[in-house]
């Protein structure tokens, strides 16, 4: 089973990074981008075939390494078998 | 005293501080590997600056799960001295040891300069050298010190007097909103964090690259024989 994890700065934080790209795209041409947020991507292959135990476990992934729930906030995403719902 | 310095892969600051405290300051000092699940009777551990796990995923992530620092946990959680400095205060802050985070720096720039700080608390085992208000300058030398926390967790953060350091003017005054001096950003200009229990601190400016006259500058030094001559004495009394 496939899955993506991404991983994003929380709202309410200022992200230096994406206001530093969305800056930069303003200044390529493209004035009109009110915001970027700049996080970051995983793909994880995992075993097994329970959508429902392989969403529990990348939860519990991000909860434990992949994210910092202080400053992030994360959403896993299954890509194949799982229908690709968002939780 | 017993004072450990943890090595992890891409520390760069270990030999620094096991200088100072061996050399400066005559202790017993020994390195302790971070596959070690063993802190060798040390009293008093420092978690170094440098780029451990070269700062995958998150600066600290990766050297906060590592086998010493389970054994740093439980240091902790007895009352031990932990100092983190630098890449060390984001492994401490990665562990849960201490309260927070950190962002990259505002301007999304390396800084190593020098920052001045207000000692905001001198009842501790790391700071009573220090008189009351006094100001350090100390250099930094980081990408990632910009301290984040919930709003609300920052005012309890203050109502437990947990904000041992802040950056400052060179006459001591609050300029948060100003990068010359609150250089990273940092949310109420905080420098240098300790758990409530006063045992474990986390810093990013870098007390042992100020701690020798042929530095031109002993402001760190202060800090470090605060540590290693309070420390003897704290453990000595629970003995």
């Known amino acids: 089973m496939k899955a993506r994890v991404t991983v994003y700065p929380r709202r309410e934080i200022l992200d230096p990074q994406g206001k530093a790209i969305r800056d930069a795209l303003s ?8 915001d970027v947020r700049a996080g970051k991507s995983f793909e994880i292959s ?5 959508p429902e135990a392989a969403r ?3 939860r519990d ?20 078998g799982g229908a690709g719902v968002q939780s | 005293m017993k004072c ?14 096991y200088h100072v405290l061996k050399h400066v300051l005559q202790q017993d000092v020994t390195f302790l590997w971070h596959q070690d699940d063993t802190l060798q009777g040390c009293e008093l551990v420092v978690l170094p600056g440098g780029f451990a796990y070269g700062d995958y995923l998150r600066a600290g992530a990766m050297a906060a799960l590592s ?8 240091h902790a959680g007895a009352g031990g001295l932990v100092l983190g400095i630098c890449n060390g205060f984001q492994v401490l802050l990665e562990a849960g040891l201490i309260p927070g985070a950190m962002r990259r720096n505002q301007n999304l720039r390396f800084l190593c300069r020098d920052v001045y700080l207000k000692v905001e608390r001198t009842d501790l085992p790391f700071t ?7 100001l350090m300058r100390i250099p930094i030398a980081h990408g990632e010190g910009n301290y984040e926390d919930a709003p609300e967790r920052l005012d309890a953060l203050e109502a437990n007097r947990q904000v041992v350091f802040r950056y400052v003017t060179p006459e001591g005054e609050r300029a948060d909103a100003d990068p010359q001096w609150n250089p990273n950003g940092a949310a109420r200009a905080i420098a240098g964090v300790c758990n409530t229990g006063g045992n474990v601190l986390g810093m990013m400016p870098h007390p042992e690259r100020c701690a020798e006259p042929i530095l031109g500058n002993t402001d760190g030094l ?3 024989a605060s540590a290693v001559e309070a420390g003897s004495q704290v453990l000595g009394a629970r003995r």
């Open chain 1, 27 to 34: 200044r390529v041409g493209f004035p009109g981008v009110d």
């Open chain 2, 128 to 134: 009573w050298k220090f008189r009351p208000g006094q």
């Open chain 2, 4 to 17: 450990g310095v943890v090595v992890f892969p891409g520390s760069n600051c270990d030999h620094d501080i």
């Open chain 2, 222 to 224: 202060t800090l470090l």
């Open chain 2, 67 to 74: 086998p010493v620092m389970g054994a740093v946990k439980r």
């Open chain 1, 46 to 50: 995992l075993a097994g075939e329970d």
């Open chain 1, 56 to 58: 529990r476990q990348l």
């Open chain 1, 61 to 80: 992934m991000c909860e434990r390494l992949l994210a910092n729930t202080v400053v992030e906030d994360y959403a896993v995403e299954l890509l194949d």
